[in-house]
């Protein structure tokens, strides 16, 4: 996994992963999109981050921190200022 990047995983049918995207595009923010329903691998990366709670959106930010299911607010408060 890129670590440089923000990485979102979730599903395309997941509304609030279709905010979080939209919202890091919107601020021209890089991030990589890891659709668990098709991916392995993204889909066993979520269960070993998240042990028992497995929601999404699951995002992952270069510093390793993880947002579960973040609102607008939370994800701009991680991002900073020049989000």
Do not use: Q
Not at 12 to 30: H, I, M, Q, T, Y
Not at 51 to 65: M, N, Q, T, W
Not at 77 to 82: R, V
Request: overall charge negative; charged content about 30%.
């Amino acid at each position: 996994m890129d670590s440089s990047i923000i990485h979102i995983y979730g599903e395309n049918w997941c509304g609030d992963c279709r905010r979080a995207k939209a919202l890091l595009e919107a601020r021209d923010v890089p991030f990589r999109w890891h659709d668990t329903s098709k991916d392995s691998e993204a889909r066993d990366f979520v269960s070993r981050a998240r042990p028992g709670d497995e929601r999404i959106p699951l995002v992952v930010f270069p510093d390793g921190s993880i947002l579960v299911e973040p609102t607008n607010a939370e994800l701009l408060a991680k991002l900073g200022p020049t989000a």
